[in-house]
């Protein structure tokens, strides 16, 4: 009989947990993934419980008692979550049980996930071989019935598969198969936040080769899909545009992943030693959370996954035999707004990803080549992408390299990643190009030329902060010159 203990640092947790539920004459179980990564000897983030009783009851106790904030998340199966601050885990699931504990058990996705031990710890209860298959690196289902239960699952599938590092049992991969034009029924914030799991992981691109092994690839991201054996110009290493958005996702996980592995990894630690300075800044930009967890590094990874997507709509054939996709940047950044919306994803997080996506060819296009941008051109970019301009550069970097594949060469990558560097370098510390001194405000425009508020007075003050940049104007009585020039018509750009 396989034992399991979980971490000791939960143990003063646990012991408030088991006073709640003596209280309430229940007997809570650990269940699911906390059983499994108990087994696995994993950190712990979430403590998954289930009671033979008032489950929605005693999660609210529990959330009184740890100072917690209770969540309903299921009425009909009586499944609550309680979000901690602090303790040990962020939330503990609370569950009633379906029947029995081993019906309970057998109703759950997969084997490994179909554990259940005391929270004190102990003999665990296993009736799907779970422990066997956690040993074995193998995820497979309970009955194909359970598939059916909830589409979710064909995606969670894959995502356990990915994080764990373990292979699907043939039989569970063909049964995903079979259902996978089915995943879509699942509740578009599920898939979301799945898809998000998945673009987390350091390999998120060998998760998505195996989210299309399953047929869900086509089904979750048509659009994606729509690249296959579309052929592209010869310098993308003879990949179809699916093959190269693929491409692009495992750059930006070797650029991102704490140690990146395999014979390409060299090319994460040229990039960031060519960011130099900026390499510790950049890391923490892409660790920052946009929204509800997701941080932007999941966000880039999935722009990296649009970035031409519109290819294949755009696709035509020059009178020279040349093949060009005129406008697929802005046709692609309206289709990623469309995708993520489609999946509830927040308004910041549209806005990121479409942005990246219709500016995705900019950073190499802010110069001539062997020439450095313009400080008109340089302010132009920070302007136009904001809080996106360190995450375009880095696509700018990945699209460049999964379009040249194995033939990218040390020195090539050098290059490109060391002008990236001076891009943000000189956006960050030449004065005037992200944040110049304001020199007037729209007051003082309507007051010196008798101007009534509206699109006019933001003209003239969008003129202004250009000029700042450029260098044209440096002090308060040349702003005022300028901005009278510029309303009488005497300079325009």
Not at 108 to 116: E, N, P, V, Y
Not at 129 to 139: R, W
Request: aromatic share 4%; charged share 30%.
């Amino acid at each position: 009989m396989t034992t399991v203990r979980l971490p000791d640092a939960l143990a003063p947790l646990l012991a408030r947990i088991d006073a709640v539920a003596v209280e309430r004459g229940l007997r809570p179980l650990a269940v699911g993934g906390s059983v499994r990564d108990a087994l696995r000897g994993a950190t712990m983030r979430d403590l998954d419980i289930a009671v033979d009783g008032d489950a929605l009851a005693f999660a609210r106790s529990l959330a009184d008692a740890l100072d917690g904030h209770f969540v309903e998340l299921d009425d009909v199966h009586a499944i609550a979550r309680v979000a901690l601050d602090s303790g040990g885990v962020r939330y503990i699931d609370v569950a009633a049980l379906q029947g029995t504990i081993d019906d309970d058990l057998r109703r759950r996705d997969f084997t490994i996930d179909a554990m259940a031990a005391p929270l004190a710890g102990g003999d665990i209860i296993d009736p799907a071989g779970g422990a066997a298959d956690l040993a074995a690196g193998v995820v497979r289902m309970t009955s194909p019935g359970v598939l059916d239960e909830d589409p979710l699952r064909l995606l969670r599938g894959v995502r356990i598969a990915s994080e764990l590092r373990f292979t699907i049992e043939p039989a569970t991969l063909a049964a995903i198969r079979e259902r996978a034009p089915r995943v879509n029924e699942a509740a578009a914030e599920r898939r979301r936040d799945e898809l998000a799991r998945i673009l987390a992981l350091d390999d998120a691109y060998e998760a998505l080769r195996l989210l299309d092994d399953a047929a869900l690839l086509d089904a979750l991201l048509p659009d994606v899909a729509r690249g296959r054996g579309v052929a592209q110009p010869e310098q993308f290493h003879a990949y179809d545009v699916l093959e190269h958005n693929l491409q692009a996702v495992r750059v930006a996980d070797l650029l991102l992943a704490e140690a990146p592995r395999g014979p390409d990894a060299w090319l994460a630690g040229a990039a960031w030693a060519a960011f130099g300075d900026r390499a510790a800044w950049l890391r923490a930009y892409f660790d920052e959370e946009m929204s509800e967890g997701r941080t932007r590094g999941a966000m880039l990874k999935l722009a990296a996954l649009l970035h031409d997507v519109a290819k294949p709509q755009t696709k035509a054939r020059q009178a020279d035999g040349r093949i060009r996709f005129f406008g697929h940047a802005d046709e692609g950044a309206t289709v990623a707004a469309r995708v993520l919306r489609g999946l509830r994803c927040s308004a910041r997080e549209v806005a990121f990803v479409s942005l990246l996506v219709r500016e995705h060819l900019r950073p190499v296009q802010l110069a001539a080549v062997g020439q450095a941008p313009t400080r008109r051109a340089l302010y132009r970019f920070c302007r136009d992408l904001g809080d996106a301009m360190p995450a375009a550069l880095v696509l700018a970097l990945v699209d460049a390299a999964a379009a040249r594949g194995p033939s990218m060469t040390r020195e090539g990558w050098m290059r490109q990643a060391g002008y990236m560097n001076s891009v943000l370098v000189r956006s960050q510390e030449e004065e005037g190009i992200v944040r110049a001194p304001r020199l007037l405000d729209g007051r003082d425009i309507m007051a010196a030329l008798g101007l009534a508020e509206g699109p006019e007075v933001g003209r003239l003050l969008e003129s202004l902060r250009e000029a700042q940049a450029t260098g044209e104007v440096t002090d308060r009585a040349q702003a005022l010159a300028w901005v009278r020039r510029r309303a009488s018509g005497g300079e325009r750009q």
